[in-house]
């Protein structure tokens, strides 16, 4: 959302006080100029111990004060050398991509294999290729690399110049890969007052001075890689990486260059500008084909759908009226928003704006403002306690999207005060309601002949799982449907062929208001297995198909949930005459999970048998939105119970 005008005209703001307050002019030199290719380290090679990898991962920043062109510029380098141990990533070695050459912002660019002997051939750069995609235009160069050997080294270094980013940039530190060898570099004017913030156990920097210039060092060996294959863990936010942003000029403004204030206020001087005449004219026009529901949160989806269907986002444009948007069906993100807002007002409908960002893909640092808290947007409906996300095109309200829950954003709320409306900014975590689910399951079983098993099951699940299915009948066509009928039935029915289903509240109007509702009924003949004169019946596969957690590594990352799940199961189970169920006792389990005193996790099963009718309740929850990894241990017993669960098989022995 916080776009490059915005930092544009940050940058002139910053130049006019660097000019009163300097005299230092930089040219074209820049401190690592002159790196060139580094010699490949054999005990580096070993450190890796057979595993794909980087040997060295090097990146460099200069900002520099280039008064002559009137900007503030930024030198960058990325210099990687990259292990290849393994015959499937040498086979998957193709390209090399690079930046344009015909940019004139690029300034070097080197890349050579070091094969397992040793021998090195470097590119020369008339062997750089370009591909251009026809749908796009964009043009793509690289170096075709096929060929390389297992146990080569690939080496590429990059400098290029570009317009500096000074308020807010993120510098990730870690790879999918492990790194032997880490290294970045920030170098900056002395003039200027820089402040860097480290994340997820990032080691201290070094600070170094130079002439006219400060150079702050970090670095770091046996970097372990993020670990992308864990479940139920959000690896970005984990992740080793450097924040910073100018704060100051040394003489001028020396501190707190950029706070939460300046970046809102000018984001919602822009967004919430005076409409013309013709704005005014063309909302009125649009707004009056948006029918206004009985419910309050139907007319707001109203809103949005007809949003959404009517204006593409085109992240090239330029501000423009809002007829205009409307009449050739695209606009920039900001406009989007100006045009929501235009309507919501239409229809008197109360809102707060919220900026914000996706948890998963950015940090929101409240403590720490930049530009980056700034990367997308939410409205939040306080009597209606449900949030809109304006650019997710696969959701409507309410939105269940958890990258953004429990995240924090910046609530830009109107309030009156002495008869005049004023705007406050308050930080306040984003919580989605729609992140607990509620999964009601009642299950009718008749084992009377056991020749002809009966399986009746009606299921309700309300919240974020609920949405989940919705979504898919809203958003999808009809002829799709029988798809996902299917799926649903042979997942809840561990694989029943012969089934029937119905579901329910699917519509429009159902979604995220009513429950996801289905009876499925179906032959559970393959149920019954006999050894001798004794039947076993898999009583367990009911619950439908269960995880099973068998990672025996280390937990590395924090336990996270996409949803809080409360899951409330009975089972009827009409028994056989002159039959018993010998192994009841195994109906009885129960495993928890506490964090600090809390029960947040838990599954309990019990049984009660009157007048030949067996009566199972099982209870499963999970009652938590992030844990520490230090109960991993725990919480897979919790889950790991469902699973043992759904193996149950009942023991009919003839009385």
């Known amino acids: 959302m916080y776009d490059r005008k915005n930092r544009d005209m940050i940058k002139r703001i910053l130049l006019v006080v660097t000019v009163a307050c300097t005299s230092i002019v930089y040219g074209q ?85 070091v094969d397992p002997q040793g021998v090195a051939y470097i590119y020369p750069n008339d062997s750089i290729k370009e591909v251009t995609n026809p749908h796009t235009g964009e043009t793509l160069m690289y170096f075709d690399v096929s060929g390389v050997k297992k146990g080569s080294v690939v080496e590429l270094l990059t400098q290029w110049k570009e317009p500096s980013v000074i308020d807010g940039q993120d510098i990730m530190l870690q790879m999918e890969l492990p790194i032997v060898e880490s290294r970045y570099e920030l170098i900056y004017p002395e003039d200027v007052a820089l402040n860097i913030k480290s994340y997820n156990g990032v080691p201290p920097g070094e600070e170094q001075e130079l002439e006219g210039k400060t150079k702050m060092v970090f670095k770091a060996d046996n970097v372990t890689p993020i670990p992308l294959n864990e479940e139920y863990a959000v690896p970005y936010k984990s992740v080793r990486f450097l924040r910073y942003k100018v704060d100051g000029i040394f003489g001028g403004v020396e501190k707190n260059m950029f706070t939460a204030k300046l970046f809102a206020d000018e984001l919602v001087m822009q967004i919430r500008k005076p409409l013309s005449n013709k704005e005014v004219e063309a909302v009125q026009a649009f707004a009056d084909k948006i029918e206004k529901n009985m419910s309050p949160l139907l007319t707001v989806r109203n809103i949005e759908y007809k949003i959404k269907g009517a204006v593409q986002v085109g992240h090239t444009i330029a501000s423009q009226p809002l007829g205009q948007a409307l009449e050739e069906h695209s606009a920039n993100m900001l406009d989007i928003v100006r045009l929501y807002e235009a309507t919501f007002d239409y229809f008197g409908i109360r809102y707060d704006l919220v900026l914000t960002t996706k948890g998963d893909e950015l940090k929101y640092d409240a403590k720490f403002p930049t530009r980056l808290n700034y990367n997308d947007v939410l409205f939040y409906f306080p009597s209606l306690d449900a949030y809109l996300a304006p650019f997710s095109f696969d959701s409507l309200i309410p939105l269940s999207d958890m990258s953004y829950h429990n995240n924090e954003g910046l609530f830009v709320v109107t309030k009156q005060y002495a008869g005049m409306e004023t705007t406050a900014y308050e930080n306040k975590k984003v919580v989605l309601n729609t992140f607990y689910t509620k999964d009601n399951f009642t299950c009718f079983v008749d084992l009377q002949d056991l020749n002809k098993v009966n399986v009746q099951t009606k299921h309700s699940v309300m919240g974020e799982r609920g949405i989940d299915f919705q979504k898919y009948f809203v958003f999808l066509s009809a002829s799709k449907h029988k798809e996902l009928e299917q799926f649903i039935a042979e997942a809840y029915s561990a694989g029943a062929t012969d089934y029937k289903i119905k579901v329910n509240n699917i519509r429009y109007e159902d979604y995220g208001i009513q429950p996801f509702v289905f009876d499925l009924d179906y032959n559970g003949n393959f149920l019954v297995d006999y050894q001798g004169d004794v039947a076993y019946v898999s009583i367990g596969k009911v619950i439908g198909n269960q995880v099973k957690l068998e990672d025996k590594k280390p937990r590395v990352l924090p336990i996270e949930l996409t949803t809080a799940v409360d899951y ?88």
């Open 29 to 113: 030199e820049y401190d690592f100029k002159n790196v060139g290719f580094q010699e490949v380290s054999d005990q580096h090679i070993k450190q890796l111990d057979n595993r794909d990898g980087l040997l060295l991962f090097d990146q460099r920043n200069e900002l520099q004060l280039d008064l002559a062109s009137g900007e503030m510029i930024q030198y960058n380098m990325l210099h990687y050398q990259q292990y290849i141990a393994t015959d499937s990533t040498a086979a998957s070695f193709k390209k090399i991509l690079l930046r344009n050459t015909k940019d004139l912002g690029t300034l070097k660019q080197m890349f050579r294999v």
């Open 568 to 655: 409330s199961r009975e089972i009827k189970v009409k028994l056989p005459k002159g039959y018993k169920v010998e192994n009841l006792s195994d109906l009885k389990m129960k495993e928890k999970l506490v964090v600090d005193g809390k029960q947040v996790g838990l599954f309990e099963s019990s049984y009660t048998l009157k007048a030949g009718e067996l009566t199972i309740d099982c209870k499963e929850v999970y009652d938590f939105y992030s844990i520490d990894k230090k109960y991993w241990e725990d919480y897979k017993r919790v889950i790991n119970a469902a699973s043992d669960f759904s193996l149950i098989k009942l023991k009919l022995v003839k009385k």
